[in-house]
């Protein structure tokens, strides 16, 4: 019994932990001809999305960097 309410309690942390990352927000930018170019703040898989593929500007496709506040 011991055991299962520890692994409960663990599982439950897991859970909380890994939604509120999905929920985390961070402020974005990209960097253009030695200027930094701020494209606002992301949160959860917009966040994700956008350090993945980057952001499209003027044709042109950025690698994003997102920071915590």
């Known amino acids: 019994m011991k055991?299962?309410?520890s692994t409960?309690?663990?599982v439950a942390?897991?859970?909380a932990v890994s939604s509120?990352?999905?929920d985390e927000c961070h402020?974005?930018?990209y960097d253009i001809d030695g200027s930094t170019v701020s494209?606002?703040?992301?949160?959860?898989d917009a966040l994700e999305e956008v350090e993945k593929s980057g952001y499209a500007a003027?044709?042109?496709v950025f690698d994003v960097h997102c920071?915590?506040?």
Request: proline content about 0%; charged content about 25%; aromatic content about 4%.
């Open 13 to 15: 942390v897991l859970l």
């Open 20 to 22: 509120c990352k999905k």
């Open 67 to 69: 920071h915590e506040h």
């Open 27 to 29: 402020e974005c930018h």
């Open 8 to 10: 409960f309690i663990a």
């Open 58 to 60: 003027n044709g042109v």
């Open 39 to 44: 494209i606002g703040e992301r949160c959860g």
């Open 3 to 5: 055991n299962l309410k």
